[in-house]
């Protein structure tokens, strides 16, 4: 069983929806991270909070909207999202050692299947 | 700039087989992370193992074993013995110590194990 889980699995949203991804992990991980999925590609780095603050923001439209309101969720609100955004969104977290990631392993949810009609 | 190289796409062995997957990775870090993830069909990645730079020792985890050459900057994946539940893609990724939280991924090997 994952110890990262993520709601929904699977959202289905036209281009002028409000919708939300949520993430929770209980593993006392102080650095929690977004990844984008496409078919066939590998994971792309979104976000990275680190003790609830943005530390990475990888140049990201700002449809899509980051909030870590404790050390235990993360969420990523989407608003006017295109047809090219539909992926598999991917939470992770890591341990941090002295505030820094020095290369913690991630460990990821089941991830939340995003469709944009 | 930090970069991973996964030359195979997709590998198709007969099961107990043995297969290695390739990793070559590029870094101006001097410390460095390697990471071996695994994606079944579900979707989850699971974390398989982390080797620092400082340490090339060769490791064995039941069937599994990885191959880490700073030399070569290769970190090869061995699976002896593959069984259909070896059936995922595997990642190979690199962190590096300036860069903190930032992995990078390579593009995947797709491993098919046959009945």
């Known amino acids: 069983d994952t110890e990262v889980t993520q709601t929904p699995k699977h959202l289905v949203m036209g281009m002028t929806n409000k919708k939300s991804l949520k993430c929770e992990q209980h593993?006392?991980?102080?650095?929690m991270y977004w990844y984008k999925q496409k078919a066939k590609k590998p994971p792309e780095l979104m976000f990275v909070?680190?003790?609830?603050?943005?530390?990475i923001n990888e140049s990201v439209p700002s449809r899509f909207s980051p909030e870590c309101p404790n050390s235990s969720l993360l969420n990523l609100h989407l608003h006017a999202l295109q047809p090219e955004d539909s992926a598999l969104y991917l939470c992770?977290?890591?341990?941090?050692?002295?505030?820094?990631?020095?290369?913690?392993?991630?460990?990821f949810g089941e991830g939340s299947r995003l469709t944009v009609l | 700039a930090q970069k991973v190289t996964q030359a195979q796409t997709e590998i198709s062995v007969v099961e107990k087989e043995d297969v290695t997957l390739d990793c070559v990775y590029e870094?101006?870090?001097?410390?460095?992370?390697l990471f071996w993830y695994k994606q079944p069909p579900s979707g989850e990645l699971v974390f398989l193992i982390r080797r620092n730079s400082f340490d090339e020792q060769n490791e064995i985890s039941g069937r599994y074993s990885w191959n880490f050459q700073k030399s070569t900057s290769s970190f090869n994946f061995t699976i002896t013995a593959s069984q259909v539940v070896d059936s995922a893609v595997y990642f190979c990724a690199l962190s590096e110590n300036t860069g903190g939280f930032k992995t990078i991924f390579g593009a995947g090997t797709r491993l098919f194990v046959k009945a």
């Open positions: 909070y680190s003790y609830e603050k943005l530390s």
């Open positions: 992770a977290s890591s341990p941090t050692v002295g505030g820094r990631g020095l290369g913690g392993e991630l460990f």
């Open positions: 870094t101006r870090d001097t410390t460095y992370y």
């Open positions: 593993m006392g991980h102080r650095a």
